[in-house]
């Protein structure tokens, strides 16, 4: 089963709403955002990715979550404007919406009903704070498969089919061979 079985719809940050059905036929990481994280960095190294395989059918899909910690605060068009200010950002992003809970967008629900969490690297040396972090404030997102925390990405190949989660403290670096082997 694919993202391509189901009619999957978001918001652009242009307003405009698109079927994810356009993506087909690419390599996609969809990716959970923010822009006052402690990983917002990410977005650098997203767009150092589009920028290098986008010409081999890959996109990155950036979607802001305001859900850890009051994190993505902005409206869309501050959140538009950061990213392309300071990140020179143009892979596609789309508006703010929830990526887990009741409120989850259903393409959040089947991504971590498809991948679990599988535990957080316990060799990042962020891994242990951001632990600590989701165990004092929220530790009932330790609980289940959803969504721990911003820039949790996960890879499709052409087809839709999700191959890898990779949580937040995973550097795209350490995700360039899964997606070199899936062009």
């Not at 923010?34 to 960095?41: D, E, I, M, V």
């Not at 589009?50 to 979607?63: E, I, P, Q, T």
């Not at 009741?102 to 690297?121: D, I, R």
């Amino acid at each position: 089963m694919s993202i391509y079985d189901f009619n999957f719809q978001a918001v652009g940050m242009n307003g405009q709403v698109k079927s994810l059905e356009e993506f087909e036929g690419k390599v996609v990481l969809i990716v959970n955002t923010a822009s006052k994280c402690g990983f917002t960095y990410q977005y650098e190294d997203l767009q150092k990715l589009y920028d290098r395989y986008k010409d081999k059918g890959f996109v990155v899909l950036g979607f802001p979550s305001n859900h850890f910690d009051d994190q993505e605060p902005g409206n869309n068009e501050d959140i538009k404007t950061f990213c392309k200010l300071n990140y020179g950002v143009t892979f596609p992003m789309f508006e703010k919406l929830h990526v887990r809970d009741e409120n989850a967008h259903p393409l959040f629900n089947y991504l971590t009903a498809v991948k679990p969490f599988k535990g957080f690297n316990p060799f990042h040396p962020s891994s242990k704070l951001l632990t600590s972090i989701i165990n004092e404030k929220v530790p009932e997102y330790l609980i289940g498969d959803s969504i721990k925390w911003n820039f949790t990405k996960f890879l499709l190949d052409r087809k839709g089919n999700v191959i890898h989660r990779f949580e937040a403290m995973t550097d795209t670096i350490d995700m360039e061979n899964d997606i070199e082997s899936l062009l």
